[in-house]
T-cell receptor, first 112, second 117 residues
Framework: AQKITQTQPGMFVQEKEAVTLDCTYDTSDPSYGLFWYKQPSSGEMIFLIYQGSYDQQNATEGRYSLNFQKARKSANLVISASQLGDSAMYFCAMRDTFPLTFGKGTMLLVSP | GAVVSQHPSRVICKSGTSVKIECRSLDFQATTMFWYRQFPKQSLMLMAT?????????EQGVEKDKFLINHASLTLSTLTVTSAHPEDSSFYIC?????????????FGNGTRLTVT
């Protein structure tokens, strides 16, 4: 069974607008961590943001925020004020046991 | 700056030859490193877990004799693709957790794009 589901193969947004990338997960472990990574065309994986299952507040890192809805098992990434440099693949990942399990990714395209 | 260094970034080799890819943790000790493979426009698929001082753990369907992993020190793991074939052409990327805690993100190398002709 798929542990991480990213239902959007691609998203398109205009510069300066906000965009939400969806991620749902499945685990029976009460302790887990959720991560978002950005992968530009050059291939490197860039860590963006982390949310722990016991964290009371939604994680934020600059323009990135994680909309964590535990009961729905969703951990959507919100990027505010999109920039052209945000165009990339975005992967949601979960750690309930080592190592991370990745979703299939969402391609984000930001247009001027 | 980068905390995990992977080398080479790109390699082209002939069918039947072997290719070694190195993954180094730069400012921390990594008793565990992970090797992933990524086909174009697809997600990262875990190949194996590299353990310092012991044998690597391979995921189902990954040939351990084909993809040799050696974790020789606390800062270096190598992946050797033996007798490479065109179907081995892919993007290989290593990663290591800075700590063993659950909220520690994996740090990734920049990846190696392997092309087998």
């Amino acid at each position: 069974a798929q542990k991480i589901t990213q239902t959007q193969p691609g998203m398109f947004v205009q510069e300066k607008e906000a965009v939400t990338l969806d991620c749902t997960y499945d685990t029976s472990d009460p302790s887990y961590g959720l991560f978002w990574y950005k992968q530009p065309s050059s291939g490197e994986m860039i860590f963006l943001i982390y949310q722990g299952s016991y964290d009371q507040q939604n994680a934020t890192e600059g323009r990135y925020s994680l909309n964590f809805q535990k009961a729905r098992k969703s951990a959507n990434l919100v990027i505010s004020a999109s920039q052209l440099g945000d165009s990339a693949m975005y992967f949601c990942a979960m750690r309930d046991t080592f190592p991370l399990t990745f979703g299939k990714g969402t391609m984000l395209l930001v247009s001027p | 700056g980068a905390v995990v260094s992977q080398h080479p970034s790109r390699v082209i080799c002939k069918s039947g030859t072997s290719v070694k890819i190195e993954c180094r943790s730069l400012d921390f000790q990594a008793t565990t490193m992970f090797w992933y493979r990524q086909f174009p426009k697809q997600s990262l698929m875990l190949m194996a877990t590299s353990n310092e001082g012991s044998k690597a753990t391979y995921e189902q369907g990954v040939e351990k004799d084909k993809f040799l992993i050696n974790h020789a020190s606390l800062t270096l793991s190598t992946l050797t693709v033996t007798s490479a074939h065109p179907e081995d052409s892919s993007f290989y990327i290593c990663s290591a957790p800075r700590t063993g805690q659950s909220n520690s993100p994996l740090h990734f190398g920049n990846g190696t794009r392997l092309t087998v002709t």
